[in-house]
Nanobody, 127 residues
Framework: QVQLVESGGGLVQAGDSLRLSCAAS????????IGWFRQAPGKERVFVAA????????GYADSVKGRFTISRDNAKNMVYLQMNSLKSEDTAIYYC????????????????????WGQGTQVTVSS
């Protein structure tokens, strides 16, 4: 199994920045791609961004392109989500997840492509 723990959420104002962290442990030797998803109240969980350990390939949802940056620290088994120019519509619980595969494809946009999930961290953006 892979254990994932998110941190870094909080309450910020529109236009502010926030960095989320995802600590991975357990059977990480398979180097699964790591994704960030978010779920707003009353809405489905949706893809935000993903990154591979192997080749540092990244993917983003259109709604966050140019504002969010995903990165990883292989030595620390950490994945980060830098969120800039936050908007009220970014308010959600943010989850990191370990994918079934090491490489990214179009399937990584779907939550069903991920095996393990963290408990989530709340991000609230006030306007």
């Amino acid at each position: 199994q892979v254990q994932l723990v998110e941190s870094g959420g909080g309450l910020v104002q529109a236009g502010d920045s926030l960095r989320l962290s995802c600590a991975a442990s357990g059977r990480t030797f398979s180097r699964p791609a790591i994704g960030w998803f978010r779920q707003a109240p009353g809405k489905e969980r949706v893809f935000v961004a993903a990154i591979t350990w192997i080749d540092n390939n990244t993917g983003y949802a259109d709604s966050v392109k140019g504002r969010f940056t995903i990165s990883r620290d292989n030595a620390k088994n950490m994945v980060y989500l830098q969120m800039n120019s936050l908007k009220s519509e970014d308010t959600a619980i943010y989850y990191c997840a370990a994918a079934k595969t090491a490489y990214l494809s179009s399937t990584n946009y779907y939550s069903t492509s991920y095996d393990y999930w963290g408990q989530g961290t709340q991000v609230t953006v006030s306007s």
